[in-house]
């Protein structure tokens, strides 16, 4: 054989070598797929329903929502506060913050963290007493009589609405004689367990400013807070009456909220005021034709609600929705 044909005949065998080897790999590959794509992964072995499974899982599960936007050649609100923030809720983002990490006390927002274990540990309809500890705690005057007694739930309306000092302090007796532990105890627990890390709460109506929190904890604490519908339903209302479990006293509950009234469409909110901490409100309105709502949360501000007002005037006039 000439060396011409045996150069041609060890290429060819080469050649058929390596087409017989891909073949029996490609093979080898195809039969692996199939064995680690069972039924239960894709619900069927159909043919059809394989390729919906195929394109779903290479499609994308959901499209990535950019809006709000904010519009073009938007100045800063001009607020007085020492820290703030506004929350688009439905679309789950910050549209605005000052300070966000920055410690401050929180007055009477403390509140709002009380009601969360006041629905945990007591039953609305159970009758808490008024004594010596929680009359007068604050020294501005009485908010109940010496000896009444009100239902838990006409209590969370005081310490919610009208910002009752005496009602939080009721409460937290309440609480404390039935689960034998501390409420600053039980306050900062809770604020842990909801992830407010930069917070420390240090009495049950925020009268001691050596507590603190910032706007991105409160925040966090707001998210918690809707999963009960009580507190909500509370901080909606700008007034109502509660009255003794005997009937002989009745009070008139008016809600520190100013806003009610100037702002459209208000969800729900909470003020706080000491010296100390100045000017603090959390406040919630919704935006029906956006199908969403702003969240404010204002801290340590000369004027709290001119400051939230224009915090969320500011959002709702400024971004798109659609």
Same mark, same amino acid.
């Given at each position: 054989?000439?060396?011409?044909?045996?150069?041609?005949?060890?290429?060819?065998?080469?050649?058929?070598?390596?087409?017989?080897?891909?073949?029996?790999?490609?093979?080898?590959?195809?039969?692996?797929?199939?064995?680690?794509?069972? @039924?239960? &992964?894709?619900? /069927?072995?159909?043919?059809?329903? !394989?390729? %919906?499974?195929? +394109?779903?899982?290479? *499609? =994308? $599960?959901?499209?990535?929502?950019?809006?709000?936007?904010?519009?073009?050649?938007?100045?800063?609100?001009?607020?007085?506060?020492?820290? @703030?923030? &506004?929350?688009? /809720?439905?679309?789950?983002?910050? !549209?605005? %913050?000052?300070? +966000?990490?920055?410690? *401050? =006390? $929180?007055?009477?927002?403390?509140?709002?963290?009380?009601?969360?274990?006041?629905?945990?540990?007591?039953?609305?309809?159970?009758?808490?007493?008024?004594?010596?500890?929680?009359?007068?705690?604050?020294? !501005?005057?009485?908010?109940?009589?010496?000896?009444?007694?009100?239902?838990?739930?006409?209590?969370?309306?005081?310490?919610?609405?009208?910002?009752?000092?005496?009602?939080?302090?009721?409460?937290?007796?309440?609480?404390?004689?039935?689960?034998?532990?501390?409420?600053?105890?039980?306050?900062?627990?809770?604020?842990?367990?909801?992830?407010?890390?930069?917070?420390?709460?240090?009495?049950?109506?925020?009268?001691?400013?050596?507590?603190?929190?910032?706007?991105?904890?409160?925040?966090?604490?707001?998210?918690?807070?809707?999963?009960?519908?009580?507190?909500?339903?509370?901080?909606?209302?700008?007034?109502?009456?509660?009255?003794?479990?005997?009937?002989?006293?009745?009070?008139?509950?008016?809600?520190?909220?100013?806003?009610?009234?100037?702002?459209?469409?208000?969800?729900?909110?909470?003020?706080?005021?000491?010296?100390?901490?100045?000017?603090?409100?959390?406040?919630?309105?919704?935006?029906?034709?956006?199908?969403?709502?702003?969240?404010?949360?204002?801290?340590?501000?000369?004027?709290?609600?001119?400051?939230?007002?224009?915090?969320?005037?500011?959002?709702?006039?400024?971004?798109?929705?659609?």
């Amino acid at each position: 054989m000439s060396s011409r044909r045996i150069v041609l005949f060890t290429a060819t065998a080469v050649m058929l070598f390596f087409i017989s080897l891909y073949w029996g790999m490609d093979s080898t590959n195809r039969q692996a797929q199939t064995a680690t794509t069972p @039924a239960s &992964l894709i619900g /069927t072995s159909s043919a059809q329903d !394989l390729g %919906s499974y195929q +394109s779903g899982y290479i *499609l =994308p $599960v959901s499209v990535t929502n950019f809006f709000p936007i904010k519009k073009p050649n938007t100045a800063v609100p001009k607020l007085s506060a020492k820290a @703030a923030l &506004l929350y688009d /809720t439905a679309n789950d983002k910050v !549209l605005f %913050s000052i300070s +966000s990490q920055k410690s *401050l =006390p $929180v007055a009477s927002l403390t509140k709002l963290l009380m009601a969360t274990i006041v629905l945990d540990q007591l039953t609305l309809n159970v009758p808490v007493t008024i004594t010596s500890r929680s009359y007068n705690v604050d020294d !501005l005057g009485a908010d109940f009589n010496r000896g009444e007694a009100l239902a838990v739930g006409d209590l969370l309306k005081a310490m919610l609405i009208k910002s009752s000092n005496d009602a939080a302090y009721a409460l937290a007796q309440a609480v404390e004689t039935k689960t034998g532990k501390g409420i600053v105890e039980q306050l900062n627990a809770k604020a842990g367990l909801i992830g407010m890390y930069n917070s420390r709460f240090s009495d049950p109506a925020g009268l001691n400013d050596d507590a603190y929190s910032t706007v991105e904890d409160l925040l966090k604490l707001v998210k918690y807070s809707k999963r009960y519908s009580a507190i909500w339903q509370i901080i909606n209302q700008p007034e109502t009456d509660v009255k003794s479990v005997d009937g002989r006293f009745s009070h008139h509950i008016v809600s520190t909220n100013k806003l009610f009234g100037v702002l459209p469409n208000i969800v729900g909110g909470k003020t706080g005021y000491t010296d100390g901490a100045k000017g603090c409100m959390i406040l919630e309105i919704a935006l029906p034709a956006d199908d969403s709502s702003l969240l404010a949360i204002v801290l340590g501000s000369d004027e709290r609600f001119a400051d939230t007002k224009t915090l969320l005037e500011w959002g709702r006039d400024n971004f798109r929705w659609h």
